[in-house]
């Protein structure tokens, strides 16, 4: 059974940094997607960055040159760097993994069944 546990979030000040964690454990096989969603009170689910098993990234307009996304392959783990942070990235922060996605709709909510109960991520002004 494919499980993914999150870790980081918390509080930051604008301008700030922040760094989350991912694990996805239970594949059988190498090849799988994961990528990370936010969703902000009152407001839709969005996909924020993603990474699939031959290191293709998608990033999401507002959040580029901002935050970064990188995976250590062997431990099974997805990171998201969070760079000058704004209060408008407060949110809960979502992972999400598949075996597949193509890169067009790596972002999309659909193209994933296993998801982490989140991380609560919160910048202050």
């Known amino acids: 059974q494919v499980r993914v546990v999150e870790s980081g979030g918390g509080s930051a000040q604008a301008g700030g940094s922040l760094r989350l964690s991912c694990a996805a454990s239970g594949y059988t096989y190498g090849t799988y997607c994961m990528a990370w969603f936010r969703q902000a009170p009152g407001k839709e689910r969005e996909g924020v960055a993603g990474?699939?098993?031959?290191?293709?990234?998608r990033v999401t307009e507002s959040v580029k040159g901002r935050f970064t996304i990188f995976k250590d392959t062997a431990k099974s783990t997805l990171y998201l760097q969070m760079d000058s942070l704004k209060p408008e990235d407060t949110a809960m922060y979502y992972c999400?993994?598949?075996?597949?996605?193509?890169?067009?709709?790596?972002?999309?909510?659909?193209?994933?069944?296993?998801w982490g109960q989140g991380t609560q991520v919160t910048v202050s002004s």
């Open positions: 990474s699939d098993s031959d290191g293709r990234i």
């Open positions: 999400a993994t598949d075996e597949d996605c193509p890169l067009r709709t790596m972002l999309e909510r659909y193209e994933y069944h296993y």
